[in-house]
């Protein structure tokens, strides 16, 4: 598994974990049914905390991101429904597109950035 991690950054580590993670299921390097690594396995290749990888692991499973399997420990199953998902990220995105707006931002605008963003990760 290869995972980034920037112990310089502000960032919190298991925070930094948990994205980087989204992030390999939003490029399919994780798919569906893929088992991670087991909390001391992956705190060793990093070199941290096991308590950080395991905090990092309960926030994707909060968030519905991966799931535990008594077998195969954390696996990538993203559970809930399209639905729910797009209800979450409709919360997320409001706030910037206000700010877009406020900021005199066009929709053209946004929606080019949105798209290269897109594009950017779904390869």
Same mark, same amino acid.
């Given at each position: ?29 994780? =798919? *569906?049914?893929? @088992?991670?690594?087991?909390?001391? %396995?992956?705190?060793?290749? !990093? ?42 990220? =409709? *919360?997320?995105? @409001?706030?910037?597109?206000?700010? %877009?707006?406020?900021?005199? !931002? ?18």
């Amino acid at each position: 598994m290869l995972i980034e991690i920037d112990f310089n950054s502000d960032e919190a580590i298991y925070l930094q974990l948990r994205n980087q993670i989204i992030l390999g299921i939003a490029t399919n390097t994780y =798919r *569906e049914g893929d @088992a991670l690594p087991s909390v001391r %396995a992956l705190a060793d290749e !990093i070199g941290i905390n096991m308590h950080t990888v395991n905090k990092a692991y309960s926030l994707l499973r909060q968030e519905g991101y991966v799931k535990v399997d008594r077998r195969k420990g954390a696996v990538i199953a993203i559970d809930e429904t399209r639905e729910e998902h797009l209800s979450q990220i =409709r *919360e997320v995105l @409001a706030p910037i597109v206000l700010e %877009a707006v406020c900021r005199n !931002i066009s929709r053209e605008e946004l929606h080019k950035m949105l798209d290269e963003i897109y594009d950017k990760y779904r390869l």
